[in-house]
């Protein structure tokens, strides 16, 4: 069996990095958004969903598998690509390039947001036991008080739209370097579509932002403890 060369692995990674960037991590983006945004409809029917997720068997086991080790594959990959490419939009100032150059920037915010996500949100719940049924009330007095401040709004304003934009962005990327979309008409149809996509997403996460701040309302456990 013939070696696999540098060139070769390298060209693999990368084809992985963009697989990853769409499944899982674009559906899971997609998923979460919309679960979140349920929040828009009443606290009830988004604690409900909270319930039905943190009640999942195998749950840890399927975050580790499906989310956080593709996102750290996809993010080690993201720091690769930023500090060995070139952005030339000094020189070369065409649409192509900015969104390059976007891409590169909104993973390394996407990067920050998430630590400063997960680290107020799922690390206190692992670290204060708050599992199945009593992790609703715990997330959601979290995110009450995270958008009772305008620290915290801004946070996630600039969070959401930085990934929405690298989601749409990278999907259009996807299916330019996979062949699926072939031809300048194709490519500029496809990117009006894909930025209605990132703009939908992002309704979903500024329209929850603007309810959790409006009306932020405690729960309790829908089953006891």
């Known amino acids: ?39 828009t409809v009443g606290p009830l029917q988004y604690q409900l969903s909270i319930d039905l997720i943190n009640n999942l068997p195998f749950l840890f086991g399927i975050e580790i598998a499906f989310i956080y080790a593709p996102l750290l594959f996809h993010s080690m990959m993201g720091f690769y690509i930023y500090f060995s490419g070139k952005r030339n939009v000094g020189h070369y100032g065409y649409p192509r390039n ?22 107020t949100t799922v690390a206190p719940k692992i670290f204060y036991g708050k599992h199945q049924f009593l992790a609703a009330p715990f997330l959601m007095d979290i995110m009450n008080a995270e958008f009772q401040t305008w620290s915290g709004r801004i946070i996630y304003l600039i969070g959401i739209s930085s990934a929405t934009f690298h989601f749409a962005n990278g999907l259009w990327g996807f299916c330019v370097s996979w062949g699926i979309i072939i031809g300048q ?3 500029r149809n496809a990117s009006i579509v894909f930025a209605m996509v990132g703009l939908v997403l ?20 829908t089953v006891g403890e």
Do not use: C
């Not at 900015?98 to 680290?119: D, E, K, M, P, S």
């Open 185 to 187: 008409n194709a490519q």
């Open 1 to 39: 069996m013939a070696k696999i060369t540098q060139d070769q692995a390298h060209f693999l990674l990368l084809k992985i990095n963009s697989l990853m960037g769409l499944i899982p991590i674009g559906v899971f983006l997609a998923f979460h958004l919309g679960i979140n945004a349920l929040r």
């Open 98 to 119: 900015w969104r390059y150059t976007l891409q590169r920037i909104t993973g390394l915010i996407v990067f920050a947001f998430l630590i400063y996500h997960l680290g």
């Open 202 to 221: 992002t309704f979903l996460g500024f329209a929850t932002v603007l309810e959790f701040s409006l009306n932020p309302i405690p729960v309790t456990p």
